[in-house]
């Protein structure tokens, strides 16, 4: 019998860091990894449009693919066209991502906690209700970086970041206010993990980075049914990309993912 494939979404290759957790929590399912890197980045489309193509885009996908779950590893795509892909395809289960907001705000002890997304996610006002919900007793700086998926997609591939232009996207998250200071950081992207390294590196003080990508995976597997049917060994997960062939570094990085494009 076929066993049915987990599909992660995104809208470039951020998606990995939370493919690598989910991998670690489902070990006897294979996965498909589909970058729509076509459209990237997200944060530069309209509201409307975006969720007509992701909408229509899933179509394809559920159609070829025919996965158990799709597992939507781009805050800005989820936070837009999230409630859409659900109402269209209602047999579908998707596992969104949103801002870690709710768990910064259980762990801050300075009461100041920065969100670092794209500017898309900062103007929705989903991430303004995560706030009100979760965090109305912090003070929490949204700080919407236009430049850093796109530096993170460079850098995973093998390309050099100066350092002065990764500190100028990260600078505003740090706040200092009445004798306190931020004490966590929201990496509310997928693709910012990949910068950890350079972002502990820079940061004027230490801070606690909130990577998504492990309680994103934590829920697939509640939703995922066990089986005691293991993939074989010969299974290969894939990747597909919506432009097409990606380039020689990219299909390099996949291929150390375990992935054949």
């Known amino acids: 019998m076929e066993m049915q494939p987990v599909l992660v979404f995104d ?15 489902m070990p006897e399912r294979n996965f498909v990894y589909v970058a729509d890197d076509a459209a990237f980045p997200y944060g530069r489309w309209g509201e409307a449009e975006l969720t007509q193509r992701v909408v ?7 159609a070829r693919f025919r996965p158990v779950t799709c597992i939507i590893a ?3 795509a989820f936070t837009i066209a999230g409630s859409a892909l659900r109402a269209t395809y209602p047999d579908m289960t998707f596992v969104g991502t949103v801002p870690a907001i709710k768990p910064a705000a259980e762990r801050t002890r ?8 794209t500017p898309g996610t ?49 600078s505003g998250c740090f706040v200092e206010k009445d004798g306190k200071k931020t004490d966590i950081v929201v990496l509310a992207c997928t693709h910012y993990p990949f910068l ?44 597909h ?4 062939s990606p380039d020689f570094a990219t299909r390099r990085l996949l291929q150390g993912f375990g992935l054949t494009v």
């Open 122 to 170: 900062v103007k929705r006002a989903y991430t303004r209700e995560l706030i009100q919900s979760f965090a109305s007793q912090c003070h929490v700086r949204l700080v919407g970086s236009e430049n850093l998926a796109g530096m993170a997609e460079t850098y995973i591939r093998g390309g050099k970041l100066e350092d002065a232009a990764v500190l100028a996207e990260i």
């Open 196 to 239: 950890g390294n350079i972002f502990r590196k820079l940061a004027p003080w230490p801070v606690d980075w909130l990577d998504p990508a492990e309680a994103i995976a934590r829920q697939a597997r509640r939703l995922v049914p066990m089986t005691d049917h293991l993939k074989s060994d010969g299974e290969a997960d894939v990747a």
């Open 74 to 76: 781009c805050n800005t």
């Open 56 to 62: 229509s885009l899933f179509g394809e996908l559920i």
């Open 241 to 244: 990309f919506t432009a097409g």
């Open 110 to 117: 300075s009461g100041l906690v920065s969100v670092l997304a």
């Open 11 to 25: 809208s470039g290759i951020g998606g990995l860091t939370v493919l690598r957790e989910a991998r670690v929590l």
